[in-house]
């Protein structure tokens, strides 16, 4: 088992900035990949960003690249999101998430509660 917990969420003015973070407890020696994901109001779940969690190259979504970088502190067990020149169409509850196997990369087993973004315009 492996438990996520989301922080660093609020209100922020269009072009502003914010990072999120994941912190991973328990069976964290599991976790093969970090990702995070979001879901503004009336829309499905959408991917933005993933990294391998013992190191690789991270991955965004087209409308996040340039702007977010995920990261990842292995020795603290935690993953970063930072979202740069944040635009009103970022508002959303953003989720990072944990995938256990290497062999289904779009798997992600274990979420967290979700930390909620807000662009002002």
């Known amino acids: 088992q492996v438990q996520l917990v989301e922080s660093g969420g609020g209100l922020v003015q269009a072009g502003g900035s914010l990072r999120l973070s994941c912190a991973a407890s328990?069976?964290?020696?599991?976790?093969?990949?970090m990702g995070w994901f979001r879901q503004a109001p009336g829309k499905e779940r959408d991917f933005v960003a993933a990294?391998?969690?013992?190191?690789?190259?991270?991955y965004y979504a087209d409308s996040v690249k340039g702007r977010f970088t995920i990261s990842r502190d292995f020795a603290e067990n935690t993953a970063y999101l930072q979202m740069n020149s944040l635009k009103s169409e970022d508002t959303a509850v953003y989720y990072c998430?944990?995938?256990?196997?290497?062999?289904?990369?779009?798997?992600?087993?274990?979420w967290g509660q979700g930390t909620q973004v807000t662009v002002s315009s």
């Open positions: 998430a944990a995938g256990m196997d290497s062999n289904r990369p779009g798997v992600f087993d274990y």
């Open positions: 328990g069976r964290t020696d599991t976790i093969y990949r």
């Open positions: 990294i391998i969690w013992r190191g690789g190259l991270p």
